[in-house]
């Protein structure tokens, strides 16, 4: 469509939120995000790119990826996504664990990580998850 490629060429593309001209903080193509914010509907959109790049990443380094439950994949997609995939990787112990199936150290080293004290209730339900295979029931 002609008009989406006028405004692409006036805006120009920058993929990190900035301050433009006018001094308001603005993403992609001139997206005032202080006039037009993100409705929940595009959020949940850049979510579901979130989780196909985790899946992804998830599903290449992780050995017998293929043999992980879906809650226990689920579980180690939302860290992925929380940490990003260089973050997970650095749960070695943890992923060692999975790789054997011996979920229950998986989760005991999950709670043994800085990246617990930080997220708090989350470590605990995805631990929790990584242990028992089991979605919680608020969930």
């Known amino acids: 469509m002609n008009l989406i490629r006028m405004v692409k060429a006036h805006e120009g593309f920058e993929p990190l939120p900035y301050e433009c001209s006018a001094g308001h903080q603005t993403i992609g193509y001139g997206r005032n995000l202080e006039a037009n914010p993100l409705t929940k509907d595009e959020a949940t959109f850049l979510l579901e790119n979130d989780i196909e790049k985790a899946l992804q990443d998830c599903s290449q380094g992780i050995d017998n990826w293929h043999l992980i439950d879906d809650v226990?994949?689920?579980?180690?997609?939302?860290?992925?996504?929380?940490?990003?995939?260089?973050?997970?990787?650095?749960?070695r112990r943890t992923l060692n664990f999975i790789e054997v199936c011996d979920y229950e150290s998986a989760a005991i080293e999950m709670l043994n990580s800085k990246w617990a004290k930080q997220v708090g209730r989350r470590s605990e339900r995805l631990s929790e998850m990584m242990e028992t295979g089991e979605w919680p029931d608020d969930i």
């Open 72 to 91: 226990r994949q689920s579980v180690l997609i939302d860290m992925c996504i929380n940490l990003g995939w260089g973050g997970l990787y650095k749960f």
